[in-house]
Every structure is written in C-alpha cells, then in structure tokens.
C-alpha cells in the first residue's frame, strides 16, 4: 500500500511537470537532514528529534519581475517525529536544587508532503546567484515509522490505529535560501521551518487512554493537542527546461514618457 501510493504521488507530479515544458519552468531534486518535535498541550517535557531526513521533487514557475518571483509545487518524503519524557529520576545539585533526569520515548513518523510554495527572490552576480525567501501551505499523509524507549531494549515498528491516530494534517511552512547558475543547472541549500497545525494524535475526548494499547503509546492520557514541527536544512539541484535563460533576466519595462503640461490659457483662442 505504501509503494502504491508512492508511485501514485510520482505519476501525478510527473504528468504536471510534462505540460509546463517552457521557458519559465525548473524540475529539481533535494535531500538533507533536520530535527523535529510535537508541541505537547497541556506541556509536557519533550526535546527535539535529531537526525531525520528529507527527500524533494520539485517544480518551480518563474514569473516576471512584477509578479515576484517564484511559484511552486514540492513532492517531499519526510521524517517527522518527537521524542517524550514519561518518566524520570532526582537528584540534587550542589545548591541544593532538584534536577530531574528523563527517560524518553521516541517515535519517528514517515510523512509524504505537499507544499504549495511561493517563493520571492532576487539574481545577483550577473544571474549565476539567485538569493530567496519561500513561504509554504502544506498538506501532509503518515505513514509507517517506529518507536523505542531510551532505557530499555523495547521498540517496534508503530501501529496506527484510526481510533487514536491521524493520518491526515496540514500546516504551514517558511524558509530561505540560495542556488547558484552554472548554465542550465541551480546547485543550492535550503532550510526551511515547517509549522504543523493538525495533531498527530487524536485527543483525549476521543481517546484518552492507553488502556488497550501496547508499549506504542506512552501516554496515560492522550494531549489535547499534539501538532509536530520540522526543521530541515536540504541541498538542491535544479534544471531549466530551456537554454535561453528566464525572461524576467532580459525583461524591462518600458519608459512612460512625459506629455506636455497642458494649460487652461492654451486652450483660450486668441
């Protein structure tokens, strides 16, 4: 089912990019590594993810000047997750102060996204540099993944379960970067900061125990809330879909020239 679906998202982002072969269009790949955490409501202790990792097919429309810059659409495999304390030790320090030492629960979650990009940006060195900023509304499917607990050997692929999980979010997402020209080709890092609003668990009016669960869920009681943020930082490579370059490079705007002042006594006949 999830190869199905894979190779479904594939056809479908190639078969859009096959109509927009002109002179305005770019097709690119990217990949790289990031950290991700959920935003736990009522708070709980939690920390960032490390090591997840991303991987893009993308297309890009370059539009002229007064349309500021780019629109786009991404195909994204991406890992998200977060990592939970549920439980924990004291000890005190040298000032007398407790300090708590956690046990965590990670889970890593696979993600097949979509943003809808809009990217603004500007060319410089003679256009072999092309500096950006982007701003994004994503739709996201999850799948898969696993879970472990950080003091013991227990862990497992994860069992999603309507009943308390969501497949289904959205969120948005901002970044910045920069790609330079050689020819056809834009070689380039990104990092993007990618804000989820839906949650990725169902809250505790749904489901509010673990009581039928297996170690999968730590949680006695489910959040309330529990959307998922992701830092990524990519490396990509582009290819422009001809050889004569954008016309936003050569495209000028044409001069209003001035008429002459009209005059009321002018128009008086003598």
């Known amino acids: 089912m999830k190869k199905k679906l894979i190779y479904i998202l594939l056809s479908l982002f190639a078969i859009g990019c096959v109509g927009t072969a002109s002179a305005q269009h770019t097709v690119g790949v990217g990949g790289g590594l990031g950290t991700a955490m959920a935003r736990f409501y009522p708070k709980v202790e939690s920390r960032w993810l490390w090591g997840v990792s991303n991987y893009t097919l993308s297309w890009r429309y370059y539009s002229l000047p007064r349309f500021v810059g780019a629109v786009g659409?991404?195909?994204?495999?991406?890992?998200?997750?977060?990592?939970?304390?549920?439980?924990?030790?004291?000890?005190?320090?040298?000032?007398?102060?407790?300090?708590?030492?956690?046990?965590?629960?990670?889970?890593?979650?696979?993600?097949?996204?979509?943003?809808?990009?809009?990217?603004?940006?500007?060319?410089?060195?003679?256009?072999?540099?092309?500096?950006?900023?982007?701003?994004?509304?994503?739709?996201?499917?999850?799948?898969?993944?696993?879970?472990?607990?950080?003091?013991s050997d227990a862990a497992g692929a994860y069992d999603w379960r309507i009943e308390r999980d969501n497949r289904f979010n959205y969120g948005l997402a901002g970044g910045a970067g920069f790609a330079l020209l050689f020819g056809r080709y834009e070689f380039g890092v990104r990092a993007r900061y990618y804000y989820g609003y839906a949650d990725i668990l169902r809250n505790r009016n749904k489901y509010y125990d673990n009581a039928t669960d297996g170690l999968e869920n730590p949680f006695?009681?489910?959040?309330?809330?529990?959307?998922?943020?992701?830092?990524?930082?990519?490396?990509?490579?582009?290819?422009?879909?001809?050889?004569?370059?954008?016309?936003?490079?050569?495209?000028?705007?044409?001069?209003?020239?001035r008429t002459r002042e009209f005059k009321f006594e002018q128009s008086k006949t003598k």
């Open 220 to 257: 006695y009681l489910t959040p309330l809330r529990s959307p998922i943020d992701n830092i990524n930082v990519s490396v990509t490579l582009a290819y422009r879909l001809n050889r004569d370059g954008f016309t936003s490079w050569y495209y000028k705007p044409k001069k209003i020239s």
């Open 73 to 151: 659409l991404d195909l994204e495999y991406l890992q998200r997750g977060y990592s939970y304390g549920y439980d924990y030790y004291s000890i005190m320090d040298e000032n007398g102060q407790e300090q708590r030492i956690y046990s965590y629960y990670d889970r890593n979650i696979n993600t097949i996204m979509l943003p809808l990009v809009w990217q603004p940006h500007a060319y410089l060195a003679k256009n072999h540099l092309r500096v950006y900023l982007e701003a994004a509304f994503t739709l996201s499917y999850n799948f898969g993944g696993d879970w472990k607990y950080s003091d």
